[in-house]
């Protein structure tokens, strides 16, 4: 019977490489954590992981964590061939198709997307509250805000969604973002960041089928993948130099926004994420409210 996984990251090591710094066997990586505000350098071997994260009684013969495996070995030589031509229309086919299946379980797999199905759940216990319940469903709520049942719907949602994520977001318009400045690019434990400038009203602006849309990857300290709305953009280059710091900056604040405890980069200049947390405290609170269920 093959040994099972014990420490189980929903950030890769091969990933996290490219953000941190050779130290002796190993790689090393600056983090800032949000809830403590506190900034030190940690193997990569010990962030972006958890003992067991995808392990549950429905799967005993750990398949999700495989499958996470063959997203992250499909997407490996494809994401070698990008940072090192930094032109995504070189790539074939399949690995476009690669990379898109890893953003999208970078989008799920996380501890941000458990974190955001238990505040749900926890909205909708406390609307349901102030109404009368029979107490089936009563007993049906706080089931479901079990840490079992909260693992069992997170790893559902990992396994029926990822491949619908990734082939909208293989139907939106790439754009690789070239950081030209001295300032590195960071990226978290939840890698993926969201923005729009447009206002879609108390509805959200952030799916992603929203008009305006731009979902942010960063590769590399130099290089980040966006998603874009392929009819807003249509018009933009395949290619975009950041050539000011206020450039990379904001490529910075979404991975503080988005990120639920760490913040990673390969610099100790971690002003930005303190400065955000200062104004903002509720972004280092861990139970904080995700979303707002209406």
């Not at 972006?48 to 750990?62: I, L, P």
């Amino acid at each position: 019977m093959a040994q099972k996984i014990r420490i189980q990251h929903y950030v890769p090591r091969f990933y996290l490489r490219n953000f941190a710094v050779k130290r002796g066997g190993g790689y090393a990586i600056r983090c800032f954590d949000k809830a403590t505000q506190r900034a030190f350098e940690v193997s990569i071997d010990k962030v972006g992981a958890e003992k067991y994260f995808y392990d549950s009684n429905e799967d005993v013969e750990q398949q999700v964590e495989k499958t996470l495996g063959m997203y992250e070995s499909l997407f490996n030589d494809a994401y070698r061939k990008l940072l090192k031509f930094r032109n995504f229309r070189l790539l074939k086919k399949l690995e476009r198709k690669a990379i898109v299946f890893f953003v999208a379980s970078q989008e799920i797999r996380t501890r941000e997307m458990r974190e955001d199905i238990r505040d749900m759940i926890k909205q909708i216990e406390e609307r349901l509250s102030k109404e009368r319940m029979t107490e089936e469903l009563r007993k049906e709520i706080q089931e479901a805000g079990r840490e079992e049942s909260i693992k069992s719907l997170h790893l559902k949602i990992l396994t029926n969604d990822v491949p619908k994520f990734a082939d909208i977001m293989g139907r939106m318009k790439w754009i690789l973002l070239v950081n030209r400045t001295d300032k590195p690019l960071w990226t978290s434990d939840h890698p993926v960041g969201r923005y729009n400038p447009v206002d879609h009203g108390p509805y959200g602006s952030l799916g992603l089928l929203s008009q305006g849309i731009n979902i942010y990857f960063p590769l590399s300290t130099a290089l980040s993948l966006c998603l874009c709305d392929p009819i807003t953009y249509r018009s933009l280059p395949d290619k975009v130099d950041l050539t000011t710091e206020n450039n990379v900056i904001f490529q910075n604040h979404l991975q503080v926004k988005f990120s639920t405890r760490h913040v990673f980069s390969v610099g100790d200049d971690f002003s930005l994420a303190r400065n955000m947390v200062k104004d903002h405290p509720d972004l280092g609170n861990l139970k904080r409210q995700r979303s707002v269920v209406r």
